[in-house]
């Protein structure tokens, strides 16, 4: 079967006066326009999130009040984390995916342009809601990002309301998203190109794609109850009415846990682009690669409860969830391994992309460490709720999720834009950054395995040099990211040395034969695959 | 100017259509946006909530109203190829996968209670849990409500004055078994109604949808005479404890899904009265059957969980 496009005159871009530029912006229904719209937004949202953690490391920075109240130090974690996961990974990688997918299968487009459209503009409308809370009487949301009841019930604030009809727009929009991305990938592929043929980004994100399916209503689910919990009378998370405050944790991570993948599973389809590019090698064991992601994310569905140890749990089931929690390491070992086997006996370059692609390996390999550890159930509950847990989660999620989006970034910058980014520039954001993490993220452990609780707003003196470390490092991380900004921004605007087809190297894969930057329809006429 | 459909020579395009910038989606963004806020503000008695939550729907129904009709004209000058076709297939089956997750995530709500809540709070966990180390023992039981004991449908809840039990629940095989054959038959006709488009009688089509239509609306009756009933007679309410809220819960997510359900066969039987289907393309009629089975697959679990065991 044919793909070639139509491709209409009034399809292109219209560049007449600022209305009609706006108005491009906004009804878009091209890929790369809507790509380029959820890679800004998260940048925007980053900027937003991260404002946020200087404020919570500054009132941290030594012991006792004084920076901030109590109460807006919750709202601050509270919603730091909720701008994090939803307004700043998550649309990184479905902007990943809007730009990339389509030209790595050699399609002309997303399958479903409108519903595209229709996904991201969902997002600023949800974000307007959930910022607004800070702002509302009462209080902002303030019982910490997973909303526990009764912290969120008998106790939340009215704003409660306003965080979950933003949860269910963010819903909305992700299993649009969701669906959208595998429709492309099951019906767009070019000629030839058979699943297991498929770029590892492709895989990973069609493997995310249907977590997201699965998990997103979930939640959409679990807050909906919270809502009735709150308004019409209803006791699923109270035990007076033979409710339990306890499902509402189990309903939670039974979302949280796939989620959890669903903001790594892509970044390791990133760094597998990235490592094979600069090794100059094919990816070791392919095959195996694809199988452990969707061992991942089978896996996943079934651990949650090692986010609840504590909580008051059965003990059957805590050596289930601990087993299966472990269970997990094998399939990720698999890929660590297979990262570093495709470096071996390579031709190594270390441009920026490699430099971010190692630091992932590196320290997402500490952060999966610190997760077994969280695993062994006796373990756990020395570490449930200390800064053992967000040194652990950090690692994953910055060091790892973070780490390959700017991997992905600077891989694909040259090929959006037609223009290198200034390597030095690059490699100074990189070395910072890493810095940055380890000064902030690494005392943290040893905090929290001294007994420093998470989510306080004053601690006992003996934590403070610890802390104060944290802070510089925190300071460091967020104000090297001006350097990414400045970056970007250069590159938008065309300047840096021009780049080919080719852009690296190494690289390998259809988005490469298309000239950069890449056209506005990516593939009218399908490529044929040998 | 759209050229006015013909549809005698449906003959598709052979290549993918990518569709142009569309202002609908971003409409839509706007309906959304002011049905919940609204919404939420109703509750929170803001006299504006009300206006914002039926703005809100207007646009929904207006947007809904807009892109359907877009998609319908570029459905009828075969702008749709076998190609996009299929990806219409795979979008509306993944689309009733996660509204499996979301009924999925309910009933794990009313399995949970019924598993491990209720024997935990009444510490009468069974053998089988006790020996796979799967309850958290009585403790709960003992020191806050060691008068509470363990039944479902739960008639009286571990706190009777902050929530008061419902005085009794609905009678399996009164109106819920009449609704299932109900629903079934509705299934059926509309599987009828399919059939005629292999014989090319769109005669039997229509009737087919009308019958299930209307089986669907006599269903929606029912259920709502059952829930007065069950508020005036047998005070099963919403806030009557576990047992109400996972009733109403399940119940009215699904009665909402086949109040949908209908409003969806109605539009295809518009468009079936407007000759917009062919034997070989009528997509929209299917995905239409395809929600009705599911919402028809939803109830049998309903019946046989909420209603029955």
Partial sequence: MTTHTDVHAHSHPINKGFLSWVARWLFTTNHKDIGTLYLLFSLVMFFVGGVMALIIRTQLFHPGLGFIEPNFYNVMVTVHGLVMIFGVIMPAFVGLANWMVPMMVGAPDMALPRLNNWSFWIIPFAFTIIISTLFLKGSGPNGGWTMYAPLSTTYGPPSMDFLIIGIHLLGISSILGAINIIATILNLRAPGMTMMKMPLFVWAWFITAFLLIGAMPVLAGVVTMMLFDRHFGTSFFSAAGGGDPVMYQHLFWFFGHPEVYIMILPGFGIISEVIATFSRKRLFGYPFMVGAIAAIALLSYVVWGHHMFTAGMAVGAQLFFMYATILIAVPTGIKVFNWIATMFRGSLTFETPMLFALGFVVLFTIGGFSGLMLAIVPADYQYQDTYFVVAHFHYVLVAGALLSIFSGVYYWLPKWTGHYYNETLGQLHFWLTIIGINLTFFPMHFLGLAGMPRRVVDYAPQFMPANMLCTIGAFILGFAQLIFVYIVIRAMMKKGKPADARVWEGSHGLEWTLESPAPYHSFSTPPVIS | ?309
């Fill in chain 2, 1 to 309: 100017m759209m050229p006015k459909p013909m549809l005698k020579d449906y003959r598709p395009v052979n290549y993918y259509f990518v569709a142009d910038p569309s202002y609908w989606p971003l409409f839509g963004c706007f309906g959304l946006f002011a049905t919940l806020v609204g919404g939420i503000n109703m509750l929170h008695h803001n006299t504006f909530g009300t206006y914002l939550f039926l703005t809100g729907i207007a646009l929904l129904v207006i947007t809904m109203f807009g892109w359907f009709s877009l998609v319908v004209r570029e459905s009828i000058q075969g702008l749709h190829s076998k190609q996009m076709d299929k990806t219409y297939r795979w979008g509306m089956m993944w689309f009733i996968v996660s509204e499996v997750a979301l009924f999925g995530v309910f009933f794990g709500a009313l399995f949970y209670t019924r598993m491990f809540t209720i024997p935990d709070l009444s510490g009468t966990a069974g053998i089988l849990a006790k020996a796979l180390l799967f309850t958290k023992g009585d403790t709960t039981h003992i020191y806050l409500w060691p008068h509470f004991k363990a039944a479902w449908p739960l008639l009286v809840n571990p706190n009777p004055e902050l929530f008061p039990g419902p005085e009794r629940v609905i009678n399996t095989w009164g109106i819920p078994a009449l609704n299932t054959v109900l629903l079934l038959s509705s299934a059926v006709a509309l599987t009828w109604a399919h059939w005629g488009f292999k014989s090319d009688n769109l005669k039997q089509v229509k009737i087919g949808l009308i019958l299930a239509i209307l089986l669907g609306l006599v269903f929606v009756g029912c259920q709502a005479h059952e829930y007065l009933l069950a508020h005036l007679e047998y005070h099963l309410t919403i806030y009557s404890g576990i047992y109400g809220a996972t009733f109403f819960m399940l119940t009215g997510l699904h009665a909402m899904h086949v109040t949908m359900g209908i409003i969806m066969m109605t539009v295809i039987l518009i468009r079936c009265f407007k000759g917009h289907f062919r034997r070989e393309h009528h997509f929209a009629f299917e995905a239409v059957a395809w929600y009705w089975h599911f919402v028809d697959v939803v109830w049998l679990f309903l019946f046989v969980f909420v209603y029955w065991i």
